[in-house]
């Protein structure tokens, strides 16, 4: 039986998660889906430009695994983009120490630092919500 596999530091997340080719109705697209710590990995090594160990250390990962994830997500890049597909990112193994949140007392919007009080740094409140769930952050809460 294999081993769990440990959660992949990820600091990015889009603003846009999903892409489709023009001209492609949606009853015959077909979609790859790309993790998140997939995209985080092509982001850290293709646009910030840093070496493979410094990947992986970033990701909290070794080196082997760092590769996997990249060749993983390079390979579904590569067949959506030559096939005509769409690329969906969501899901994946991932956690990150910071969420961006909405305060719904004083409806002030902000990147919570988990290390750091579970607290509205505008009104003080504790009433914090996942901005993307709409729904209280069981993280924020714990």
């Known amino acids: 039986m294999p081993r769990p596999k ?15 080719p023009r001209g492609r109705s949606d009853q015959q697209l077909e979609e790859v889906i790309l993790n998140i710590e ?3 990995a092509m982001r850290l090594k293709d646009i910030e430009k ?3 160990e410094k990947c992986a250390e970033k990701m909290h990962v070794s080196r082997q695994t760092f590769q996997n994830i990249i ?3 390079r390979q579904k890049v590569t067949k959506a983009l030559t096939s005509g597909m769409a690329i969906n ?9 910071k969420c ?6 004083c409806n002030h919007e902000y990147e919570f630092d988990f ?9 003080k409140s504790t009433n914090i919500y996942c ?10 809460n714990k």
Request: proline share 3%; aromatic share 10%; hydrophobic share 25%.
């Open 6 to 20: 440990k959660c992949r530091k990820v600091d990015f997340f889009p603003e846009y998660t999903y892409f489709k």
């Open 38 to 40: 997939e995209l985080e």
């Open 50 to 52: 840093l070496n493979q």
């Open 71 to 73: 060749d993983s997500a």
């Open 89 to 97: 990112i969501t899901g994946g193994i991932y956690c990150t120490k």
């Open 100 to 105: 961006k949140v909405i305060c719904k007392d």
């Open 115 to 123: 290390t750091k009080s579970a607290q509205c740094p505008k009104c």
């Open 131 to 140: 901005k993307k769930k709409q729904q209280i952050c069981n993280r924020i």
